[in-house]
Structures are given as structure tokens and as C-alpha cells.
């Protein structure tokens, strides 16, 4: 499982950061441990950006940011022919960027 | 047609019909209107002096786009290639760039050059979709192949219409992999790709009627950019 | 704090340059001496705004290179950088040396050379500034997180495509009355959104975004000279006081931000500029703002006080952010037409104002220009400079 769908789960309050981080931006507290980021949320935004970066050959990339369920919100590649605001969608694991070496795995957000 | 000699006429390649290119206008971003029409052959020399400067610019590939369009041109005009047109956009007269290639048959078309010289409007991209609506439409070809010298060339074509790979052949500009245009993805790139009003009112066809050139410090300055700097 | 003056601005051309990274700076450093006129005072300190000079330019330590190319010895040194807000970073550091009594006089110059690599490498070294494992593995890009942004806040608040491409005539109208600007092109309705011309005149980059909506890849330098209170009374021209200064900021990736169609660092950078001024966004007579992106021209426009929450769209359509209208924004063209040579674009808008406030700005020359308003936007929005400035 790629490392890059975890978040880091305060022990003292409870708060997951996502991204993960060295002090709890809720309590300051300076230890973690490890949670799956996933599920189903709703389409908070997203774009087709046709300015590419080096890795992708692809015409354009669909981004998106969702709101999971649980409050968490994260940034993925939306897999989806009719996005709408609000949609209802579910995280899945994908290769999300290939530079040559080892492809790197992410979220992928497909219709709920 | 002027009476040729029965040397000159084996020397020339055999002519196909080719319909001629109806003209066409174009609004820019800057609300300016660009004509884009078919070149005859006694326009050529006033091409070939707009490219002459740029021979020497090596910024975006222009040398050598510029030298192998200026032979190309003047293949054109001397009957010493296969089924080729020149098409040119021209704004309120003025060159702002031209676009070329052939017929290899009735079925596959061959894509030359695409050489801008007002940049920052786009014109590039609607020329090269003016000879492709050319090849496609007009023709009634089945597909072009196509190539790129320069990386802007491989965003605008290669990524965006998408072209498909046909790296068997090899494409006249230096034995390159071809791509191709298939007339299918003309088709469904069209709506966004391809734009222009047809017919050309005639006030503004009949500017378009000389080709003025921009003078040859403007043409290089356009190209190679503001040139700010150097000692 | 001791009070910081400006007394000289300068700056090269936006655009294309065949000059290196360091005769630019060389160029807009000495413009803005001559500008200053200091005689015999020496520069105490220079301070080099850059982003990108160790990847794009394979240079570093650029406050001492500058130092050398000026023959500026022994003058005290370094870079700054904070991304795409690393001019008025620099700018701030510059003002602080002077407020701590540190030193006299202070060059700022703001640098890049961007063009000496292709578009993809210049968009992923930009692209270098978002969060690596939550936002950038997925190919996020600075137009992707500026799109997402533009989505939200025009569904929110009805901002249509027309406010954005008013926003791009406007600034390209601006742009072509400044002999600095990368782009001197104007544009019309018609050719970028009207016309069924505009599919191709002004392709989508980053939906809703669009070519028109989004600033262009340059090189340049921008540079200014501030002063203590000592040396200024010592100078013959219009002194120009730094009234405020603030900084803020944000969460790194943009997903996390509290309210994502609220630029929150811009807020609170503006508030505390403003309060160090003992002024009001109402006391402001001209603005720069940070529009890489026409949408953030609104969006920042709103957060720095100008006009309420969905209100500025509706003040663009009535007018009043030209450079005849109620509140001239961006009269140099900002980032859309003048251009972004990143680590420059913070100092080159003090530049303008500076040159707005002292009667010298030309043809783009905003009527009784008394106090003015920056804002230097850097990350996407998750560290914001914002300062003002006052004619004395």
C-alpha cells in the first residue's frame, strides 16, 4: 500500500493531519500513529488542467478535492465522465504519476 | 497555362486536381480579423523574403523551419514538387504566417511547415487547422501525417488533436516518424480546433488581396521576442 | 521600528531577455541607484528575491554575487526566497535591516531567468512549491490548484467567465501603456470569450481557467533603493514611506485550508499592514495585486478589504478597478500583462507604486495617488506579503 494515503493520527486529540506533520496542528502534541485516508465523501471542487507537468503525456488531468465522510479532505485524480459539485464519490488506489523508475501510487476518486 | 518545353514538362512531377482553398476569416484575441487564404505562385517571392531573416534565429526551431519552408516555397513555385500548397493568414494585409504541404495521393496528405510570425495570438493553431480542414475536408483525403521540429509543434498537434503514431513511415522531413491525422479525429477535434467564418466579406478580402510583409526587423523582433539585453 | 523610505525603483523590461540572471539584476539594480541619486552614501546591505536560480540557472548565494557584480563590497549580503512572494519577502528583510537601525541603506532586487528552459520544466519547477505527497504526486500543478479555486469561488459567489476576461483587458489595456510589460498586446471580448473564435484563441489551461486568464512564463529584475530617515533628508526627490508591512500564513496543501474559497493569508497579512499604517482600505488610492490568475485578482481584491465577500466581480463590471476608475488595480498590468519573472514580480509591483506615488508613471499615471496597496502572493496563498506605501 503506498505510503502516500496515510495520515497522521494525533494520540492525544484524536485529529488526523493529512498532509502528516511533526506537531498536531489542533493540540501541538508531537506524537502520532498511522491512518488509511479513504472512503466515500463528496466533490468539494475540481478542474481539468491541460498545463501539464513532465511526467504525463495525457491531453489533460482531471484533479479534484473531496470531502470524505469522516471531515478529512484530500486531493486525487477524479476518475469520473460527469462531475458535478457535491457528487457523491469513493477513493480508490491508483498509479497517479509514472517519472520512469517506480510509478507512485495514490487516491483516485471514482463515482460513489 | 504558358506553353512549356517538352524538357520542362519531364521535369516537373505529375499534377493531381486539387480544389482550391476558399478562403476564410478568422477573429484573434486581440478582436483583429485574419484572412486565411491559398498563396499563387507569384506570391512566393514575397514569402521567401519574409523567411530570409529568420534563417539565423535559432530560437524555437525557426532556422530550420525557415530554411527547409523557403525551399519548399520555391519548389512550389518552380514546379519541382508533387501536388504541394501554400495557404497564408494575413492581418489587414500584413503576413502574420503561412502553412504548407502536399498531396501524396488521394487518400494520404503530407504536412510540411507551419511558420508564424505575429505571435502570441494563436495563429499558428489556426493555420495548421486550415490545412488540415484543407487535407480533409476540402481534399477529401483520408488522413496527413504529420511531424514536429520543435516542442511547441509536439504540444499543439501531437497532444492536443490527438495524433496517432504511425512510426512506420518514414515522413519527408528528414525521415522522421511519422504521426498521423486520421479524418475521424479531425472530426471529433474540430469543435475545438478549427474555427473560421466563410464567406470573407469583401472589404476585407480585398485587403487581404497583396500580401504586405512586416519590415525584416519587425519579422525578427516578433519571432525571436523583445530582445532585450546583449552587450 | 525606525520609518523606512523609498528613493528609487527600477526595473528591466518582462519578457524574452538574452541577458544571464545577474546582468538583469545588474541592470534594474543600477536603475534604481541612478534613480536614487545617492552620491557618496554607500549601500549597506543588498537583498536578492529568487526562486528558481539553483534548479533553472545552476547559480546560488545571490546576494553575493550581486554584491560582486555592483562592486558593492563589503556590503552585507543574502537571497530571499518564498516562492512566488519572494520580492516582497525580500523587500520586508530589506525594511527590517533599516527599522533595526542595522543599517542606512538597502538595495532589494528581485531576479529570474525562467526562460532558459522549456514550458513543461518551467511549470513542474514551479509546481515544486505544493505539498509533495498529498498534492503534487497526483501532477498538481499551480494552474490545477488556481482552476480547482477559480470553480469554487465562482460557483459561489456567480463570478462568471466575463469578470475574469474584463479582468485580462483591463490589464492588457494597462500592459500596453507600460514600456516595461512583457505583453503590450490588448485583447477584446469578442476574440477571447465572445467569438466562436475564442475555442481556439483561448483554450482551456486549467478549467475554468483559460490562456487569458493566466499570466505568462518571463524573465526580468526589479529593483528598489530604501533609506533611514538620516539619508532621506540628505536626498533631493519625493520620498515615498513604507507605512506597513505585514505576512502571513496559511496550510501548505490547499485542500486543508479552513475555508477553501477564503483567501485567509491575505486577510490577515493586509490587516496588519494596514494597522502598522494607522490606515483603512478606503485610504487606498492605488493597487497591486498577485494576479497569476484573473480569478485571484477578486478573490484577493475581497480578503485585503476592497470590497465585501462576491462583491468585487460586480465593482469590475461597473468600472472601478481601471485606471480611470474609483480604485485603479493593476495599473502596471500586473502579473497578467506586465509578466512573472517570479522571484522579480513582488519587487517590480512596489516599483509601480513607488513610481505611482511620486507623480512618474506616464501614460498609466493614476489620478492623486497618495497611499498605496500591494499584495505578493506566494504558495497558492499560503504565504502572503502585503504592504503599504504612503507619498511624504
Known amino acids: 500500500m503506498s505510503d502516500n494515503v496515510y495520515g497522521a493520527k494525533c494520540t492525544s486529540c484524536g485529529t488526523v493531519n493529512y498532509p502528516t506533520r511533526a506537531v498536531c496542528r489542533n493540540c501541538r502534541n508531537e506524537t502520532f500513529e498511522p491512518v488509511e485516508i479513504g472512503g466515500e465523501g463528496k466533490l468539494l471542487t475540481y478542474t481539468d488542467v491541460y498545463a501539464l507537468a513532465i511526467d504525463y503525456e495525457t491531453r489533460y488531468l482531471r484533479l479534484a478535492i473531496v470531502e470524505l465522510d469522516d471531515g478529512i479532505r484530500v486531493t486525487g485524480q477524479l476518475l469520473d465522465d460527469d462531475p458535478k459539485l457535491g457528487k457523491r464519490v469513493k477513493t480508490t488506489i491508483g498509479v497517479v504519476r509514472d517519472p520512469g523508475e517506480a510509478p507512485i501510487q495514490g487516491l483516485q476518486f471514482v463515482p460513489a | ?231 | 521600528m525606525k520609518p523606512v523610505y523609498i528613493v528609487g525603483a527600477g526595473m528591466t523590461k518582462f519578457g524574452r531577455s538574452e541577458w544571464s540572471l545577474m546582468q538583469l539584476a545588474s541592470v534594474a539594480s543600477l536603475a534604481a541607484l541612478h534613480h536614487a541619486a545617492l552620491g557618496e552614501i554607500p549601500v549597506d546591505a543588498v537583498v536578492v528575491a529568487n526562486m528558481g536560480a539553483a534548479r533553472v540557472n545552476h547559480q546560488t548565494a545571490l546576494g553575493s554575487a550581486l554584491v560582486d557584480r555592483l562592486a558593492l563590497y563589503p556590503a552585507m549580503a543574502e537571497a530571499v526566497e518564498n516562492g512566488p512572494a519572494s520580492g516582497a519577502s525580500a523587500f520586508k528583510v530589506g525594511c527590517q535591516a533599516i527599522a533595526s537601525g542595522m543599517a542606512d541603506v538597502v538595495l532589494v532586487t528581485g531576479v529570474e531567468r525562467m526562460r532558459v528552459v522549456n514550458g513543461l520544466e518551467g511549470t513542474d519547477f514551479v509546481a515544486s512549491l505544493s505539498q509533495p505527497e498529498v498534492e503534487y504526486i497526483y501532477g498538481v500543478t499551480l494552474p490545477s490548484l488556481a482552476g480547482m479555486f477559480a470553480r469554487l469561488f465562482m460557483d459561489r459567489f456567480g463570478v462568471e467567465r466575463k469578470h475574469l476576461a474584463m479582468i485580462a483587458i483591463k490589464n492588457h489595456e494597462n500592459g500596453a501603456k507600460n514600456p516595461y510589460a512583457h505583453i503590450q498586446q490588448t485583447v477584446t471580448m469578442e476574440g477571447i470569450l465572445t467569438a466562436p473564435e475564442a475555442v481556439v484563441n483561448n483554450p482551456p489551461i486549467a478549467e475554468p481557467l483559460h490562456l487569458f486568464d493566466c499570466c505568462p512564463v518571463s524573465d526580468g529584475a526589479a529593483s528598489v533603493v530604501l533609506v533611514s530617515e538620516e539619508v532621506a533628508v540628505k536626498l533631493a526627490g519625493p520620498k515615498v514611506r513604507v507605512a506597513g508591512i505585514g505576512q502571513a500564513t496559511d496550510t501548505h496543501a490547499v485542500h486543508e485550508r479552513e475555508d477553501p474559497t477564503d483567501l485567509k493569508a491575505v486577510r490577515i497579512a493586509s490587516e496588519k499592514a494596514f494597522s502598522m499604517a494607522g490606515l483603512k482600505p478606503d485610504d487606498v488610492d492605488v493597487v497591486e495585486l498577485h494576479d497569476a490568475f484573473t480569478i485571484l485578482e477578486i478573490a484577493e481584491s475581497e480578503a485585503a478589504g476592497f470590497f465585501g465577500r462576491g462583491e468585487a466581480h460586480k465593482a469590475i463590471e461597473r468600472g472601478e478597478t481601471r485606471l480611470d476608475g474609483r480604485l485603479p488595480i493593476n495599473p502596471s498590468g500586473g502579473l497578467k500583462a506586465r509578466g512573472h519573472p517570479v522571484g522579480a514580480t513582488g519587487v517590480a509591483q512596489l516599483v509601480e507604486l513607488a513610481w505611482q506615488l511620486r507623480g512618474e508613471a506616464g501614460a498609466r499615471q493614476a489620478k492623486g495617488a497618495e497611499i498605496s496597496y500591494a499584495c505578493n502572493f506566494g504558495g497558492f496563498g499560503n504565504n502572503v506579503v502585503a504592504t503599504v506605501l504612503r507619498r511624504e
Not at chain 2, 522531413?173 to 479525429?185: A, H, M, N
Open chain 2, 1 to 231: 497555362m504558358a506553353h512549356i518545353s517538352e524538357l520542362e514538362a519531364s521535369l516537373r512531377p505529375p499534377a493531381m486536381d486539387m480544389p482550391p482553398y476558399p478562403p476564410k476569416a478568422i477573429t484573434l484575441a486581440s478582436g483583429e480579423e485574419m484572412v486565411v487564404r491559398q498563396v499563387e505562385r507569384n506570391e512566393i517571392p514575397t514569402l521567401l523574403e519574409a523567411i530570409y531573416p529568420l534563417l539565423w534565429v535559432e530560437r524555437d526551431f525557426y532556422d530550420i523551419v525557415a530554411a527547409r519552408l523557403f525551399g519548399e516555397l520555391l519548389a512550389y513555385k518552380r514546379y519541382r514538387v508533387k501536388d504541394e500548397y501554400v495557404l497564408a493568414g494575413m492581418i489587414d494585409g500584413v503576413l502574420a504566417g503561412m502553412v504548407n504541404g502536399r498531396l501524396v495521393d488521394a487518400k494520404t496528405g503530407m504536412s510540411y511547415h507551419t511558420l508564424t510570425i505575429r505571435r502570441g495570438l494563436r495563429v499558428g493553431s489556426h493555420l495548421f487547422a486550415a490545412k488540415m480542414e484543407y487535407h480533409i475536408e476540402h481534399c477529401g483525403q483520408e488522413e496527413v501525417l504529420i511531424v514536429a521540429e520543435s516542442p511547441i509543434g509536439f504540444r499543439r498537434w501531437m497532444i492536443e488533436y490527438p495524433l496517432e503514431k504511425r512510426f512506420e513511415v518514414q515522413h519527408e522531413l528528414g525521415g522522421v516518424p511519422s504521426w498521423i491525422l486520421p479524418k475521424e479525429t479531425y472530426y471529433s477535434a474540430k469543435p475545438r480546433l478549427v474555427s473560421g467564418r466563410r464567406p470573407v466579406p469583401q472589404e476585407l478580402l480585398k485587403r487581404a488581396e497583396t500580401i504586405v510583409l512586416p519590415g525584416e526587423e519587425t519579422v525578427v523582433r516578433q519571432v525571436a521576442g523583445e530582445k532585450e539585453g546583449g552587450e
